[in-house]
Structures are given as C-alpha cells and as structure tokens.
C-alpha cells in the first residue's frame, strides 16, 4: 500500500539521518518495492525512492551502487551525453 511505503521511507530516513545505516537499508528497499508495484517503474515516488536508496550507499561508501540507485540498468533516461542538432 503506497501509506506503508510512506511510513518505510520516512523511518528509513530517520534511521539514516541518525547513522543507523544497517537498520534504514531494509526499509528503504521495501518502501521501493512496494512504490514499483503499486506505481509503476518510472513513477516520481521510484525515483524518489531510489534517490534516498542511492544517498544511503553514498554514506556507506557504495559509490557504484550509488550511481545504480540513481539511474538503474532498465532505465530509460540515462543521460547519453550532449545531444547535437542533425541540421
């Protein structure tokens, strides 16, 4: 239910902004997977999700994971550099 996946993200936070990293990364990814399923894939709460999901591995080091939290594999607006006009 989208009010679950509310409450998730908000403690998740909470638990982050407190250095509880351990006790936000689970309830940050349920609060995700419960947005995707209830919202769909490219819904602004996803992507809100996977920002909050993304800065948390930033705070643990993950800096790769970071970056796929931000812009995962499947999506479709990764940025591909600069566009240049065909004419």
Known sequence: HPQVAESLQTLGELLRNTGDYAGARPLLERALRIREQTRGPNSLEVAT???????????????ANSLISIWPPTASSI???PSTPTS
């Open 49 to 63: 999700s996977l920002n909050h999901l993304g800065f948390l591995h930033y705070l643990t080091g993950e800096y």
């Open 79 to 81: 940025p591909s550099g």
